[in-house]
């Protein structure tokens, strides 16, 4: 039985929320301006509620993945309608995610290569990861993760000189309720996704001891992480200025110096974004081969009995 550890089930969680924030809900970030501190503060609060009921039904079918979990407890029929919905739904994201992931290393790094050599690249890399299975995985999010937090490291040290909070101002700019509205759909966009964690059972993960605590910590780090993104953003960039980029993050970098004479670091340290999305992705395939094994088993059964 493959066992996950707590720290590569957390770090999991963080490559699925920061591949979340990337993708879709940076580009909602920014036309909120000033107010998208508070958004991202708000939304954070209140997805931790909505993690929590992730962690409550994981916690009750401790011994089963979310797709085993759902087909026994609903009426017969019922539960492989709904786990096909939320496969739908991934398949979704998944292509969501994919289509995001090359246009940026398309327009970024490999301009002239034509976008099916880039595709190709990254499915095969996207299906020799998720066949390696989630054990592999979170050994590799955990590494990935210490490399993701000294390019963090490395970024705010090479920006901290150049933050100006002029550009924070005005406070609420917009009403009250655009902000809990906002901060609604924050939480939403960006738990929605940590659905993919509960394909781990919780017996799988070692130790076993305080797992729902330890996720928690991890959500609040990440959360605390892709807040100085966006204050990052906000407050070397400012509000006008970052509405004209197609990504605002990658032309963010572009002002990080260090010592003074180092510069031109935004290609290295972007590279962390397409390690998010492979990884997410990643889990997308995991879960949608999950899927297809377990009901694949369950159709060859009813053929075979009948024969």
Same mark, same amino acid.
């Given at each position: ?162 933050? $100006? ?63 100085? $993104? ?32 180092? $510069? ?44």
């Amino acid at each position: 039985m493959n066992k996950v550890h707590i720290s590569g089930y957390g770090s999991m969680l963080y490559f699925i929320y920061r591949s979340t924030f990337i993708t879709l809900l940076l580009p909602f970030l920014i036309t909120c301006k000033a107010d998208a501190i508070w958004i991202v503060i708000i939304g954070s609060i209140l997805g931790y509620f909505l993690l929590s009921i992730y962690l409550k039904i994981a916690k009750k079918n401790e011994h089963k993945n979310i797709i085993i979990g759902i087909d026994q407890f609903m009426k017969k029929g019922s539960g492989f309608i709904l786990n096909t919905f939320i496969i739908i739904g991934i398949c979704y994201f998944f292509g969501l995610l994919f289509t995001k992931l090359i246009a940026f290393t398309n327009t970024q790094y490999l301009r002239g290569t034509p976008i099916f050599f880039i595709a190709c690249l990254f499915l095969f890399t996207i299906i020799f990861m998720g066949l390696k299975g989630i054990e592999t995985i979170s050994r590799a999010c955990l590494l990935f993760l210490l490399l993701s937090l000294a390019l963090l490291m490395i970024k705010f040290s090479g920006l901290y000189n150049q933050i $100006n909070f002029y550009h924070l101002t005005p406070i609420f700019e917009t009403k009250p309720t655009h902000i809990i509205i906002g901060s609604v759909k924050y939480a939403i966009t960006a738990v929605v996704p940590l659905f993919l964690l509960l394909l781990v059972p919780f017996h799988q993960i070692t130790p076993r001891k305080k797992i729902i605590k330890k996720t928690k910590w991890f959500y609040f780090l990440t959360s605390i992480i892709l807040f100085i $993104n966006i204050f990052l953003i906000l407050t070397v960039l400012g509000p006008r200025l970052m509405l004209l980029y197609r990504y605002p993050e990658f032309h963010l970098l572009r002002n990080v110096k260090l010592l003074g004479f180092m $510069n031109k670091l935004e290609s290295i340290l972007s590279i962390q974004w397409i390690i998010d999305m492979i990884i997410c992705l990643s889990l997308c395939f995991v879960y949608i081969k999950t899927y297809i094994l377990y009901y694949g088993k369950k159709i060859v059964s009813i053929f075979t009995a009948k024969v």
